[in-house]
């Protein structure tokens, strides 16, 4: 899961600073998705939750989550890409 998107491409397709959408798919176990919203709050330095909805799958092993926080810049974004490859699992970021 090294495939990052290309920062020029981030910034010809978004305005920041503003909100920036991130997709986190991964084991419906061991609290995915409160480490998924942990890993963009401290990367983004932030002691407030950003905005986030998740799904389980039909058969509730899987949990999408997709949060929303507010970033500055794209490096920004790519920092928070690559902190959430590390949060253990995950399956899927987009």
Do not use: W
């Amino acid at each position: 899961m090294n495939n990052l998107p290309d920062l020029e491409l981030l910034e010809a397709t978004h305005s920041f600073p503003g909100n920036y959408v991130f997709k986190v798919i991964g084991t419906a176990e061991d609290n995915f998705m409160g480490r998924v919203v942990a890993a963009v709050r401290i990367e983004l330095e932030d002691s407030v939750e950003p905005a986030f909805s998740f799904r389980k799958t039909s058969a509730e092993r899987h949990v999408c989550v997709t949060i929303e926080p507010p970033v500055e810049s794209g490096e920004q974004v790519l920092a928070i890409y690559r902190r959430l490859q590390e949060v253990d699992g995950l399956v899927m970021l987009l």
